[in-house]
Nanobody, 116 residues
Framework: QVQLVESGGGLVQAGGSLRLSCAALGSIFRSSDMGWYRQAPGKQRELVARVTTNGGTSYADSVKGRFTISRDNAKNTVYLQMNSLKLEDTAVYYC??????????WGQGTQVTVSS
């Protein structure tokens, strides 16, 4: 059973915007802090942004002021609005859920490619 499903990736020019979505099973979403990670070729997976069950947010320094994470509890969906995209934002973006029991869930990933 697929638990996290991402969508919204694609090809965009530098300076452009994309919005990623991640739909989760309600049983996971309600009890989880939700996050977005990314992994560029040859690099380790890194945390981009996180939103807690209470709506608190945190961001990697590299995306502060450009990316916004949000969650819609009625739709069991978390979003990542990405503005002013840079070449270095190119990566596979993964949705992540960390539930209150410490278990991680991952989506399949969605490719974001920023071109010059």
């Amino acid at each position: 059973q697929v638990q996290l499903v991402e969508s919204g990736g694609g090809l965009v020019q530098a300076g452009g915007s994309l919005r990623l979505s991640c739909a989760a099973l309600g049983s996971i979403f309600r009890s989880s802090d939700m996050g977005w990670y990314r992994q560029a070729p040859g690099k380790q997976r890194e945390l981009v942004a996180r939103v807690t069950t209470n709506g608190g947010t945190s961001y990697a320094d590299s995306v502060k002021g450009r990316f916004t994470i949000s969650r819609d509890n009625a739709k069991n969906t978390v979003y990542l609005q990405m503005n002013s995209l840079k070449l270095e934002d190119t990566a596979v973006y993964y949705c992540n859920a960390l539930n209150i029991w410490g278990r991680y869930f991952w989506g399949q990933g969605t490719q974001v490619t920023v071109s010059s």
